[in-house]
Antibody
Framework: EVQLVESGGGLVQPGGSLRLSCAASGFIVSTKYMSWVRQAPGKGLEWVSIIYRDGSTYYADSVKGRFTISRDNSKNILYLQMNSLRVEDTSVYYC???????????WGQGTLVTVSS | DIVMTQSPLSLPVTPGEPASISCRSSRSLLHRNGNNYLDWYQQKPGQSPQLLIYLGSNRASGVPDRFSGSGSGTDFTLKINRVEAEDVGVYYCMQAIQTPRTFGQGTKVEMK
């Protein structure tokens, strides 16, 4: 059974850092395209970052230079390192396995990040 | 960036009646492999988004057969054959053919 379990969210002051983790089971993270997507309170979905099977990484302009996506293949975990956090980064952050030619995508339950003084 | 445009943004529905949501992209989502990289997600109140339809027309595992997806290229449609009360929520389309990935604005489905 596929599962994605996010952790690491919480309350942080502006300018602070957090590292989100996404523990995967039921599939191998390094064989899929994996993304982080966020949703501010009462708002729609915003794509944040992606890591391809070959390890290439891409970011939304709003987080470029501040966030870093990575994975630990031995632990089957996806990460999002978030630095220089801003109030506008406050959102629920979802870890997502992308749809590919073989099967549909899958999302975790999300972890809340609140940036406030 | 590919712009995804959904309509309508609000959809009052009657139980037992059909409903449909349109999603249009600013560029073709048809890959050279023949797949359209368009997903539909349902987000019920207080829950994370759940995949309904992937690659334009493939129903995800466990999704009731009253949900169907169609379309190709730049025009896509999500149809609910006979709406049930549990279908209330916000529906999003998402393109996965190009980075950055982009979403539609969301369509809020609610009971009349």
């Amino acid at each position: 059974e596929v599962q994605l379990v996010e952790s690491g969210g919480g309350l942080v002051q502006p300018g602070g850092s957090l590292r989100l983790s996404c523990a995967a089971s039921g599939f191998i993270v390094s064989t899929k395209y994996m993304s982080w997507v966020r949703q501010a309170p009462g708002k729609g979905l915003e794509w944040v970052s992606i890591i391809y099977r070959d390890g290439s990484t891409y970011y939304a302009d709003s987080v470029k230079g501040r966030f870093t996506i990575s994975r630990d293949n031995s632990k089957n975990i996806l990460y999002l390192q978030m630095n220089s956090l801003r109030v506008e980064d406050t959102s629920v952050y979802y870890c997502a396995r992308e749809t590919d030619e073989v099967e549909g995508g899958y999302w975790g339950q999300g972890t809340l990040v609140t940036v406030s003084s | 960036d590919i712009v995804m445009t959904q309509s309508p943004l609000s959809l009052p529905v009657t139980p037992g009646e059909p409903a449909s949501i349109s999603c249009r992209s600013s560029r073709s989502l048809l890959h050279r492999n023949g797949n359209n990289y368009l997903d539909w997600y349902q987000q019920k109140p207080g829950q994370s988004p759940q995949l309904l339809i992937y690659l334009g027309s493939n129903r995800a595992s466990g999704v009731p057969d009253r949900f169907s997806g169609s379309g190709s290229g730049t025009d896509f449609t999500l149809k609910i054959n006979r709406v049930e009360a549990e279908d209330v929520g916000v529906y999003y389309c998402m393109q996965a053919i190009q980075t950055p990935r982009t979403f539609g604005q969301g369509t809020k489905v609610e009971m009349k």
